[in-house]
């Protein structure tokens, strides 16, 4: 089996707000916390999307709040 790995974007600071500002966002709007499952495996997607070349605040945004989630091998 083929084991194909993406090139990475670095995870700055900068990035770091955007993605606590993302899931603080669709926590509030959802009723969980940052900590709790749902928030971990949001903060999970994120990061996955964000690995995967999505860098657009707008686009991670909606992708978490259509729940479109990476799945794991």
């Known amino acids: 089996m083929w084991k194909t790995d993406w090139p990475k974007s ?6 770091i707000v955007v993605l606590r500002r993302i ?4 926590c509030d709007e959802r009723g969980h916390r940052a900590d709790s499952q749902e928030g971990g495996r949001t903060a999970k997607s994120l ?3 964000y690995e995967f070349g999505v860098t657009d ?5 909606r992708l978490i ?3 479109i989630i ?3 091998a």
């Open 10 to 15: 670095a995870v700055t600071s900068e990035t």
């Open 23 to 26: 899931l603080r966002d669709w």
């Open 47 to 49: 990061i996955d999307w």
């Open 57 to 61: 605040e707008d686009e991670l945004a």
């Open 65 to 67: 709040r259509d729940d």
């Open 70 to 72: 990476i799945a794991e």
